[in-house]
Structure formats: structure tokens, C-alpha cells
């Protein structure tokens, strides 16, 4: 079953795996969006230094803060790396954005006490906050 995605917009601090640097990739258009709602926004990927002037983290170990919510626009083999990173970290919910998704990862984290919604796009669910 899905997380609650209200108790989800209600967290203060997201990362974003998978940011981009591409306008017309849903990496950037979720990271800036989520920065225009109002939330504090960390950028995860290892081949990018920075967007939207904002310095870019190689991994969520590297983050100044573990984050209240990760929203994930990977392939999904690497969403079930990240998954096992939340897991390690202790971050508690994961928004897997479409195309994001795997089977695995959805259980691996329910399994292991994260939150996680799928079949949902944070793109849709934030629009009302900007």
C-alpha cells in the first residue's frame, strides 16, 4: 500500500536523485519545482557540480542533513541501490516518481519501516504550493 502523500508534502527537507541540468527532464523540473513550493531541496547526482546555481551532491551520504523525504527520478535498478542507501541512512520516506518504480525497492523499503508512495508524480501533487 502507498504512503500517505499528504504527510509527505508536509516534510520541510527533500533530495532528489536523478536532478538534472536538462529544463526538459523531469530531474530539473522536480527539483525546481519542489524549490518553488517552498521546501528545502538537496540535488543528488554524481555527474553533475551544480543547478540553478546550487551545489550538487554525489550521493545521499554526502547530504549536510538526512533528509525528511527523497523523491527518486532514476531508472529503477538504481532506485533499489538508493532504497538500500535510505535504509542505511535511516530516511524514512521515498517518493519514487514514474518510471522510478521498482517491485523490489517497494518491498525492500515497506520492509524495512519507509514510507513510500509510486504511481505518483510530485510534479502533480505540489502544484497547488507554488
Given at each position: 500500500m502507498a504512503a500517505d502523500m499528504?504527510?509527505?508534502?508536509?516534510?520541510e527537507s527533500w533530495a532528489v536523485?536523478?536532478?538534472?541540468?536538462?529544463?526538459?527532464?523531469?530531474?530539473n523540473k522536480?527539483?525546481?519545482q519542489?524549490?518553488?513550493?517552498?521546501?528545502n531541496v538537496y540535488g543528488v547526482n554524481p555527474?553533475?557540480?551544480s543547478v540553478d546555481g546550487d551545489k550538487i551532491y554525489p550521493d545521499l551520504g554526502a547530504l549536510p542533513i538526512v533528509p525528511d523525504a527523497v523523491?527518486?527520478?532514476?531508472?529503477?535498478?538504481v532506485t533499489e541501490q538508493v532504497v538500500n542507501k535510505c535504509i542505511e541512512l535511516g530516511i524514512k520516506r521515498v517518493w519514487?516518481?514514474?518510471?522510478?518504480?521498482?517491485?523490489?525497492?517497494?518491498?525492500?523499503?515497506?520492509?524495512?519501516?519507509?514510507?513510500v508512495v509510486y504511481n505518483q508524480c510530485v510534479l502533480i501533487q505540489t502544484r497547488d504550493k507554488i
Open positions: 499528504q504527510e509527505f508534502l508536509e516534510q536523485v536523478g536532478v538534472s541540468a536538462d529544463p526538459s527532464k523531469y530531474g522536480v527539483y525546481i519542489l524549490k518553488k513550493a517552498g521546501y555527474n553533475l557540480d523523491s527518486l527520478v532514476v531508472p529503477p535498478k519514487m516518481q514514474p518510471g522510478s518504480e521498482s517491485e523490489a525497492a517497494i518491498r525492500n523499503g515497506e520492509e524495512h519501516g519507509i514510507d
